[in-house]
């Protein structure tokens, strides 16, 4: 990728093609290490999110690294149990204390349900926790503002209850789930796709099919992958703590043709 190439928000506020995930990724020297080591390989983007427990260490490894903080865009999430104002509130505060940073770039409300009660419906209390994230944007402590692992439905809602539309929508997506009817309802409603676990964490790493692809362009598959997303307009959100990855993720200056897309979508 390139330093200049990006992608814009529906209020105009850009954002690098590409991020380094942190998920996984445990706090202290791990994350702090890994970090450094993708500000230097060229990403511009960082997500993190409290559930992860090393927005500290993300936030001082932006802060060591020299490169000004206008250059880096800095993401983060409520956790997905918070469904109150009052706690979406504590929660976004907390978030800034623990990353050390003026201000975020962007801030997600991280599932429309608990981890623990996937697909149960909390429509009302993702509503109410819409009216802080819209609260802390007017704040100035976050330039934007969206979501991650909502549905159609979970959209909607927020949607036809929301002064303020999401700007992002971070899902899972990657070569054999690639969720159209979601993309589809985002870029309709001018809501940016993130995908996260490009690489679908290391399971198609193995594909033959998409080793062969690979092979044609002299690319790794995890460069395929990670291309791949991009090429489907959402952007993609490859990690790794290992520097010769976290290099080669980002390292995707190639065009996949048609054809092999074509070949790519049909995979399952």
Not at 165 to 174: A, D, G, R, S
Request: aromatic residues 8%; hydrophobic residues 40%; charged residues 25%.
């Amino acid at each position: 990728m390139k330093p200049t190439d990006f992608f814009t928000l529906a209020n105009g506020v850009t954002i690098p093609a590409i991020g380094f995930g942190t998920w996984q990724i445990p706090p202290g020297n791990i994350a702090y290490n890994a970090v450094r080591e993708a500000l230097r390989a060229g990403y511009r983007h960082i997500d993190t999110a409290q559930a992860y427990g090393n927005e500290a260490s993300v936030g001082k490894a932006i802060l060591d690294s020299g490169i000004p903080r206008s250059e880096i865009f800095v993401t983060s999430k409520l956790p997905a149990e918070i469904k109150s104002y009052e706690k979406a509130v504590r929660h976004a505060e907390l978030t800034m204390k623990n990353i050390g940073l003026d201000y975020i770039d962007l801030y997600l409300i991280h599932a429309p349900w608990p981890w623990t009660e996937i697909g149960a419906d909390y429509t009302k209390e993702n509503i109410k926790v819409w009216k802080a994230m819209e609260e802390f944007y007017k704040s100035g402590k976050t330039r934007s503002i969206g979501i991650s692992n909502f549905s159609v439905k979970d959209i909607d809602a927020i949607l036809e209850n929301s002064r303020i539309k999401p700007m992002v929508n971070q899902i899972k997506l990657h070569i054999g789930h690639r969720q159209e009817e979601i993309t589809s309802h985002c870029t309709l409603n001018g809501i940016l796709v993130e995908g996260y676990s490009p690489l679908a964490t290391g399971k198609i790493l193995s594909n033959g099919e998409i080793a062969r692809i690979a092979g044609k362009y002299g690319k790794s598959v995890a460069q395929v992958s990670v291309r791949y997303v991009l090429q489907k307009g959402a952007l993609p959100l490859p990690k790794s703590v290992h520097p010769d990855y976290i290099r080669q993720n980002i390292d995707i200056n190639f065009e996949i043709t048609e054809d092999d897309i074509s070949r790519l979508d049909s995979l399952k």
